[in-house]
């Protein structure tokens, strides 16, 4: 599973808006919209759409303050009000919350992740878009679903991060009586794993609904039939009490623009065009009619 937890430097976060263990920095405090991020392009991306999206709005005062440490560390700023939102992910925010849950879908993971969020945070309408587990093939396998997959998996070298295993390995065995060959430990959704993909290495691997690299390489995103991976909507993380009624409509507003296909084409204009991040989200809000 990919691990969608915001990735360190508190050092930074501490310095430029105060301790997040402390509170009281710029948060809700002073009226200043905090949007936290992480040093992953999509999260960067996600935070600047955030950001027009409010200022448009009418916001004067919005910041993204990238990057913001664990999820650990953006539950405590968040609490104190040192961070307003985050970007974050429908399913791996539920499991923070309820490590125990059972929910996979879109609708039920959201709506498990409204009861089990403690009240002194709150989640706003979930997008469409998803960045999630897959697992991916070849075309030459001839297999469009996971139960396809099932009963050849003994012939079939598995490609992955080094957690696949702890957590995936028993769970699809059980939905769809795959026992691979060999697991092997690759990256996690990165180039080491789509080069061992393409030079036949390993036969299926875990990327992720986003990447552009899925469809560059012409290969085959499998069905989860079972649906074993949990759903991961984007989904706006936020401190209650800082963002006023406006504010929330507007969010709301970006995310129900925010596409699985429209991500992976702001994915590939950040990582592969090399395009600012402001830019692109900009644009993205022109496009969706968000911006004048």
């Not at 950001?51 to 560390?73: F, Q, T």
Request: aromatic share 6%.
């Amino acid at each position: 599973m990919k691990a969608r937890v915001l990735i360190a430097a508190l050092a930074l976060l501490a310095t430029s808006c105060g301790n997040p263990f402390e509170g009281g920095a710029e948060g809700g405090a002073t009226g200043d919209i905090i949007i936290g991020a992480s040093d992953v392009g999509e999260s960067l991306l996600l935070a600047q759409i955030y950001a027009g999206a409010l200022r448009n709005a009418g916001a004067e005062n919005v910041k993204v303050r990238p990057p913001v440490g664990s999820r650990e560390v953006v539950v405590k700023a968040l609490q104190d009000k040192s961070l307003s939102v985050v970007p974050d992910y429908s399913g791996n925010l539920l499991r923070y919350f309820d490590k125990n849950t059972q929910a996979t879908t879109p609708q039920a993971v959201y709506a498990e992740l409204k009861q089990k969020i403690p009240a002194r945070f709150e989640v706003l309408e979930q997008a469409p878009a998803e960045d999630k587990d897959l697992l991916v093939v070849r075309p030459e396998l001839g297999i469009k679903t996971f139960s396809e997959l099932g009963p050849r998996c003994k012939d079939l070298v598995f490609g992955g991060p080094g957690q696949w295993s702890t957590r995936w390995k028993e769970k699809i065995k059980s939905l769809y009586g795959c026992e691979f060959k060999e697991i092997r430990t690759t990256d996690t959704g990165g180039p080491v794993t789509v080069a061992a993909l393409k030079s036949g290495d390993v036969q299926v691997v875990d990327l992720f609904s986003t990447s552009s690299t899925i469809e560059a390489n012409g290969f085959v995103a499998l069905q989860d039939d079972k649906n074993m991976f949990p759903a991961q909507n984007i989904v706006p993380l936020v401190a209650k009490g800082t963002l006023s009624d406006a504010e929330v409509r507007a969010l709301n507003r970006a995310s129900a623009a925010l596409t699985t296909e429209k991500l992976v084409k702001l994915n590939v204009q950040y990582t592969e065009e090399k395009r600012n991040a402001i830019d692109i989200a900009d644009e993205f809000l022109r496009e969706s009619g968000l911006k004048s």
